[in-house]
C-alpha cells in the first residue's frame, strides 16, 4: 500500500469518474458491459488508487505492483482506471472496441499494461498466481491484485488456483471478489452469499474478508486486515457489491448483462453522476528500489553427447535439455503435473530444484500459472500428457491470443503408449496446437532432434508445442546436427525414389523399416522427418513431391484430422497424390507394436500404401 | 443400502481377493496400478458388497445403484470388483491390457457396466452427478457412488461439480475419497490431511465425514451417518488408506505408482494375503420395483415456418428446434453455461423449466454432468459460446472415447461476433470437434438449416456439434428442406461455372454476395454449402471441381487450420486448386463486416480469390 494513504472523498471521486467513462465508452461503442464496470468501481477506485504502487510511465517495470481484471468483460474500467492514473487518455477510451484501438472488448496485451488476454473466466487468478510466484522467485517485493466476477468463480481453475496459491504461501496475491449476485442470463449460483465465498477460500488456505464493496472504509480496511492478519496465506476481499452501482436505471437489475445504456438515456443517466465527491488527484507512489531481470536473446549453448545407434525415449531427452538449457538460461523454469517422472520433468527438479514448479494435477491453473510467470519475464515450460493438455486448451487458446512466451511438452503421444489405453493417449494434440495462431508445433523422432529442438523452443519468441513419445527409439543424428522450425530432414533419398513418404516422432521409425522391407523389391522410396510440424518445411515436400511422380504417404501416430496430413495437404495443394495414414478410430489397450499395426499407422501399412500409389 | 448388510468379515475377505486378483492381472499384464488399487480395496468391498444394490445380470436396470471409478487406473480393482460379483470370470480379468479384452487399462464402456471412460482425472464426480440428476428427473430411487483418488481432488472440475452438486441437492450422490497420500511422481498437495478435504467439501456444501479406509467399523458407519445426517445434501467420505495397503513391499512406499509387482516377486506377495478372512458369498440385493425409461428411435417431428428472405441469427433457430424437439421426444434436456440468453437455449428454459440445467459457468463439468444423463437415456444438449468449449476440450475427448451421445452447440463462432475481441471468438472449435472420432460436426447457414440439422443430431446416435452464427442471417432455404447429415447444398450453379465457392455458415451468405458481383463481371461460379463439415460431402465436392477445372475457393470464420478448408482439401486431394480463406492471425474487436474483411473472408476476398484462380 502506498505510504499516504489516499483520501476517501479522493478515492469517491476517483470511482465517480471511473463510471462515468465506462458508461461513456460503452455508450459510444453500441456495445459492452458498463453494469459490470459499475458493481466493481469502488473496489477498482481503492487497488489503484490507494493500495497499488506503480509507475505510471513505465509499464514494464519489475517493482510495479501487478493488477489482472479476471472479470475481463468490465474492460471499459479498467480503460478509465489507466485513463485516471493518467496511462492513457480519456479520448482513447471512448475508442473502446473500434477496430483500430488497442483498448478492446476485453482486455488484451495489444494495451502495454495488459499481461495476458482475459474475458475467458476464471483464469485471471491462475494468471495472478504465476505474477506472485515470479515475485517469489526473483526477490521482488511487488503484489498482485486479481479482481474477479462471483460468476466466475464456478470455474473449477479458480480453485485449482486457491489451492495451489496456498500450497505456495502466496502471501502477496490479493484477490478481490465483485460479488453483485448476478450473472449474464440468472442470478449467480451463490448471489449475495459473501460468508459462502469466503468461507470456500478459507477451507483452502486462504485468509478471506467480507465487506459492503461500496462502503470505502470497509474496502480500505480490508486491505489493511489482509497486511496485518494473512501472515503467510494468500488473501481475498470478497465484496458484496450491486451490478450497475450508482445509476438507478441499471441498479440490481436482472437483464442488463453486457448492455450500454442507450444513447438518449445516457445525459439522464449521467446527471445522476454529475456531483464531484471529491479532489480529483493521483500520486504515484512507485517503489524506489532498482530491480533488474535478465534480457535479450535467451542463452541456448547446449552439448548433446548421444551417439548414433543408442536408443532413448524422446521424452527422457526431452528431460536432459531442460537441465541444460536451465543451466545456461536462468529464465527457464518447469511447471509439471504430477506426471514429471514419465515427463522427465524431474531431472531438472533433481538437479535444480529452485528452477522446478509442482503444480500438481489440475492443468488449467499449471497454464495459466506460466502465463503469469511468462509475462514476467520467464521462459516458462509446461509438461505433462499430451492427452492432458487438452484439459487446458482454453487456457492455451487464450496464451495464443496474448501471444504467451510458453513451451509445451506433451509426451505418452499416440497409441505407441500401449497398455493404458485410449484416455491415456495423445491424438488430438497435434490438431489442437495447430489451430493456435502463430503456434510453432514440433514433434521430434530422437534424442538428438528432441534436445535440439527444446533449445530452438528456447531460442523461439512465442508458444511452442513439443510432442514427445513413451517408448525408446534409435538415435538418428549426429549429436551437432541442427534442427530449425520449420525444417525437416530428408533421411533417404536417390533419384530413383518412386514414393516420398513424409512421418514425425515415432513414425520416422517405422518408414525407415518400411523403406528397407521395399528395398528388396526395388523400390526406393525418400523419407522425410517432418519434426517441424507447423510451419511445415513445404520446399522440401514439393521437391518430394515432384521427384516421385506427386506419390506421398503420411504417417502419423495421431487422429486423421488436423494432424500431420493435414500440414501436408495444405503444403502439397494439388501437386501430390497424399495418402494418409493416421489413427481412424477409438483405439484400445494393447502392446505398442501391436496397436500401430492395429491402426494402420506400422511399417507393414506404409508398404502397403507405397504399392497402392504405384 | 442392503436390507441385511453384509457380515463384516464377508467385506474383509472380498477385499482380500479384490487385492489378489489386481495383483496377478497387473502382473501378468506386466503394466498397470496395483498399489492404487491396494488403498481402495476396502472402500470398494464395502461399497459394492454392502452398499450398492444392483442386479448382476442386468447392466442395464434403470435401478441399478451406478459405481463410477473416478481414479481411473485402479482399473483392475473395478474388474476385479466385477468379477467379484459374479458379473466377468477372474479368468476375463487376467486378460487385463490385452489387445482383445475389453477390460482396458483405464475403464472404458467397452465393458457394459462402465458407463464412460475414466482416467483423465478428476471427471468422475461430475459424471455421477449426471447419474444422480437423472435419478432426480426421472424419479428412480438410485444411489451414485464415485471413487476418487486424492491427487485429482487437483483438478477444478472436481470443484464444479461440488458446488453444483450441492445446488442441486443432490442427496443420493455418494463419493468416496482415498486419501492415500501419494501421487505419481510424489506427495499429493494435501497429503493425508483428511480434515482439509473434508472442510473444502463442506464449504461446497456437502455433508462429509472422515474416516480410517481400512476399518471396517468405520467404512461401514461412515455410509451409514451419511444417510442419516446428509439430509438433502450430497455426501461425502474422506478416508485416510495407505497406498499399497496390505502388501509390505508396497504399502505407503513412493515409487511404486503404475508399477506391477515382478513376476518373481509375486508369490511372496500373494503369500501375505493368503489367508481367507471370511466366507466368501455375495448375495446381489438388486431393488424389486420396475422402472421403465423411454427407448428406440428418438421421436423428432417438428414444423418449421421460416419464410425465404425473413432474417434469422442461427442461433435463435436453435433455440426455437430446441423447445420443439423437446416437445416431441422426452429424452431431450438442455445445459446451460450461464449464457442461456445468448444461445438461445433459453427458448427451452422459458416454455419447459422442468427440461433444463443451469449449470453456471464450470463448462468442463457441464460436459461431463451430460455423459453422465446420456448415460442414463438422455439427450442432452449443452450449449454455451463456441470457444468456451475448449475449456472442456478433455471431457469432449473423453466423451469421444465414451461414445457418449452428447450434443454441444457452440454459439458466438468466429469473427462474426464483433467488438467483443478475440477472447470471445470461436476460431479453433471446428478443429476441435472435428479430431473427435466418429463426430459429426454441423455449420448452418440459415435458420432453417438450423432447425432441420438440430433434428439431425437429435436422431444420431453419437456426438454432434452445431456451429451458431452471433448476427442474423436470411433465410435461404424452403421450410420443408432436408439436411442429412453428410449432405450440402448446391445453392448456384450452371454448366458455365469457372470457380467452386465452398462455404458454410456465415460465409455463404458472402459467397453469395460474391456470387452476385462476379456475375455482373460475367463471371458465373458455384456456391455449395457445406453444412456437414463432419462428414464432409465429398460426391457433391468432387462433381464441383470437375465441373469447375478444379478450381475450387473454401471461405470459413475460422482459424486455417482443421476447419471447413482441410475438410476439403482431404476431400478433394489432389483434384482440384484449393485456394483456402481463412483467418490467418490474431483477431481484434470491431464491427462483424469490418472484421470479416479485414480477415479476408468477406465477399469481396471471394471475389479476388476466384480471380486469382481463374
Known amino acids: 500500500m502506498k505510504e499516504m494513504p489516499t483520501a476517501i472523498d479522493t478515492l469517491k471521486e476517483k470511482a465517480r469518474r471511473l463510471r462515468i467513462l465506462s458508461l461513456k465508452a460503452t455508450t459510444e461503442a453500441g456495445s459492452g458491459h458498463p453494469s459490470s464496470c459499475l458493481s466493481a468501481a469502488d473496489l477498482m477506485s481503492v487497488i489503484f488508487f490507494n493500495e497499488m504502487r506503480f509507475d505510471p510511465k513505465d509499464p514494464r517495470n519489475p517493482a510495479n505492483d501487478r493488477f489482472v481484471l479476471s472479470k475481463g468483460h468490465a474492460a471499459p474500467l479498467l480503460w478509465a482506471a489507466y485513463a485516471e492514473a493518467g496511462i492513457v487518455g480519456e479520448k482513447d477510451v471512448l475508442t473502446l472496441r473500434q477496430l483500430d484501438s488497442d483498448l478492446e472488448g476485453h482486455p488484451t496485451p495489444r494495451m502495454p499494461w495488459v499481461d495476458v488476454a482475459t474475458g475467458s473466466l476464471g483464469q485471471g487468478l491462475s494468471v495472478g498466481l504465476g505474477n506472485a510466484l515470479a515475485a517469489h522467485l526473483d526477490g521482488i517485493p511487488y503484489n498482485t491484485y486479481v479482481l474477479l466476477g462471483d ?68 474496502i480500505v480496511e480490508a486491505f489493511e486486515q489482509c497486511r496485518r492478519e494473512g501472515g503467510s496465506q494468500p488473501r481475498v476481499v470478497v465484496a458484496k457489491t450491486l451490478k450497475g452501482k450508482g445509476v438507478s436505471m441499471l441498479e440490481n437489475r436482472d437483464g442488463w448483462h453486457g448492455k450500454p445504456v442507450p444513447k438518449p438515456d445516457l445525459p439522464k443517466v449521467l446527471e445522476e453522476l454529475s456531483k464531484p465527491l471529491g479532489s480529483n488527484e493521483f500520486k504515484p507512489n512507485p517503489r524506489k528500489a532498482e530491480f533488474s531481470l535478465p534480457q535479450g536473446e535467451p542463452n541456448v549453448q547446449i552439448t548433446i553427447s548421444r551417439q548414433s545407434g543408442e536408443s532413448a525415449a524422446t521424452r527422457e531427452a526431452y528431460g536432459d535439455a531442460l537441465v541444460k538449457v536451465a543451466e545456461k538460461e536462468p529464465r527457464v523454469i518447469a511447471l509439471d503435473g504430477d506426471t514429471k517422472n514419465s515427463t522427465y520433468s524431474e531431472k531438472l527438479l533433481k538437479a535444480h530444484p529452485e528452477r522446478f514448479l509442482e503444480m500438481f494435477i489440475a492443468e488449467q491453473n499449471m497454464v ?109 543424428y549426429p549429436s551437432n546436427e541442427r534442427f530449425p522450425i520449420g525444417g525437416s530432414k530428408v533421411l533417404r533419398q536417390s533419384p530413383a525414389d518412386r514414393v516420398a513418404v513424409i512421418a514425425a516422432g515415432i513414425t520416422v521409425h517405422e518408414a525407415l523399416k518400411a523403406a528397407a522391407k521395399l528395398e528388396s523389391a526395388r523400390t526406393p522410396i525418400r523419407i522425410i522427418d517432418a519434426y517441424s510440424v507447423k510451419p511445415i518445411d513445404t520446399q522440401t515436400i514439393l521437391r518430394a513431391a515432384k521427384d516421385t511422380g506427386g506419390r506421398v504417404v503420411v504417417v502419423e501416430d495421431h487422429y486423421q484430422e488436423g494432424g500431420l496430413g493435414d500440414a501436408v495437404l495444405n503444403a502439397v495443394g494439388n501437386q501430390a497424390n497424399v495418402l494418409k495414414l493416421a489413427v481412424r478410430e477409438i483405439p484400445r489397450s494393447g502392446p505398442p507394436e501391436a496397436l500401430l499395426e492395429k491402426y494402420g499407422i506400422s511399417a507393414n501399412h506404409i508398404v502397403e500404401a507405397v504399392r497402392e500409389l504405384l
Chains 1, 2 share one sequence.
Open 368 to 476: 495459466d500459472v506460466a502465463m503469469g510467470l511468462a509475462a514476467r519475464g520467464k521462459i516458462p515450460f509446461v509438461s505433462t500428457f499430451a492427452c492432458f493438455l487438452t484439459r487446458a486448451y482454453d487456457q492455451i487458446r487464450v496464451a495464443g491470443i496474448s501471444r504467451s512466451n510458453v513451451k509445451f511438452c506433451g509426451s505418452h503421444a499416440g497409441v505407441s503408449i500401449g497398455e493404458d489405453g485410449p484416455s491415456q493417449m495423445g491424438l488430438e494434440d497435434l490438431a489442437m496446437f495447430r489451430a493456435v495462431p502463430e503456434s510453432v508445433v514440433l514433434y521430434p523422432s530422437d534424442a538428438v532432434s528432441t534436445e535440439q529442438l527444446v533449445v530452438e523452443a528456447t531460442r523461439h519468441r512465442g508458444i511452442c508445442y513439443i510432442r514427445t513419445t513413451r517408448p525408446k527409439t534409435p538415435v538418428l
Open 151 to 218: 460468476g466466475e468463480c464456478a470455474e473449477g481453475s479458480v480453485w485449482e488456483a486457491a489451492a495451489l496459491a496456498s500450497y505456495y504461501k502466496a502471501s502477496n496475491l490479493y484477490a478481490a471478489i465483485d460479488v453483485n449476485g448476478l450473472g449474464q442470463s440468472q442470478r449467480t449460483m451463490d448471489q449475495f452469499d459473501v460468508n459462502r465465498f469466503a468461507n470456500k477460500f478459507r477451507a483452502f488456505g486462504w485468509f478471506a474478508t467480507t465487506i459492503d464493496g461500496h462502503n470505502y472504509a470497509e
